[in-house]
């Protein structure tokens, strides 16, 4: 996806210093016409909670037969996706080489690192039929001593990330570890990234890091009296104990990590260096970066 729209909209968020949270940021809203994408990470009060510095909630959307999303090649540099699939497929291409499906509960990771493109399309067999689309694109930045290290596609199929039960809360543990689980995904910075199904009625205590936050997929939970609704992302703070009781049947995205230094975005380019994005916009421009093999006749044009 990474962008499935361009530009830099930011979100809106409020402060709320009681309870543990510290700002709840509401998505900006993108209609794109048969889908919607919901935008939490950046916002104008939140820059990024530890190295996740870009949030993309997709759909859900339903699509009829000979329709399907197509995401022309793309490049990122400096930053690493992370992709995830409630319902729906998408057929991954990029400059390495790298051709993969990605089904729900699979985690597809890019790494750019000095640079890479990409494209993201409904599989051809996935179009012929009615079908939906419901996934988070997610993007990392990477320590500022990986930021040029070598680009890199890794697959992980959904029975490879680890799941437990904790008081009937199914928790998945996607990167990092937690609740006595590790992820095998690979990871840079230090990161967290744990998906929780909640029904109502159930509590969840939440991981400690040093930056963390909650992103209400569905449903909602509250937390001493304060709700976080749906689509929205409260920030916590780092210290308390913060622990979540679902109001409704609920999923929750908990990411987190260390904090890294400032970040520089413009459009796919994520970098600690401004020079360094000057160089990725007149390289895209110039048609300097590698195509992706049997993708390689569109493109999206530089903003
Ligand atoms: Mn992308």
């Not at 089904?103 to 493109?117: E, S, T």
């Not at 320590?143 to 809360?169: K, N, Q, R, W």
Request: aromatic share 8%; net charge negative; hydrophobic share 35%.
């Amino acid at each position: 996806m990474s962008n499935l729209y361009n530009g830099n909209d930011e979100c809106e968020g409020e402060k709320n210093s009681s309870n543990g949270i510290d700002l709840v940021l509401k998505p900006g809203v993108k209609d794109l016409g048969s889908f919607s994408v919901r935008r939490t990470l950046p916002s104008r009060q939140q820059r990024k909670v530890g190295p996740w510095i870009f949030f993309d909630h997709a759909g859900p959307a339903h699509f009829n037969p000979g329709e399907g999303i197509d995401v022309r090649p793309h490049p990122h540099i400096n930053l690493a996706t992370v992709t995830y699939m409630f319902e729906g497929q998408f057929l991954h291409r990029d400059s390495i080489g790298s051709v993969q499906v990605i089904k729900p509960g699979d985690i597809n990771l890019m790494v750019a690192g000095k640079g890479i493109v990409h494209s993201e399309r409904t599989p051809p067999e996935i179009r012929k039929t009615e079908h939906s689309l419901h996934a988070l694109q997610l993007w990392l930045a990477l320590p500022e001593a990986d930021e040029e290290i070598d680009p890199a596609f890794y697959h992980y199929p959904a029975d490879e990330l680890p799941t437990t039960e904790i008081d009937g809360v199914t928790l998945r543990v996607m990167m990092g570890s937690a609740y006595g689980l590790s992820s095998p995904v690979k990871t840079f910075a230090e990161t967290l990234y744990v998906e929780a199904l909640l029904k109502a009625g159930q509590r969840l205590t939440l991981p400690v890091c040093e930056e963390r936050a909650i992103y209400m997929a569905k449903g909602e939970v509250s937390s001493n009296g304060t709700a976080i609704e749906e689509f929205t992302m409260a920030i916590l703070d780092q210290k308390n104990e913060f622990t979540v009781e679902a109001t409704t049947d609920a999923r929750l995205a908990f990411i987190g990590g260390e904090k890294l230094s400032k970040r520089f975005i413009d459009w796919n380019f994520v970098s600690s260096d401004k020079d360094r994005i000057r160089k990725a916009r007149e390289d895209w421009k110039e048609g300097r970066f590698d195509k992706v093999p049997e993708d390689d006749e569109e493109f999206i044009p530089l903003p």
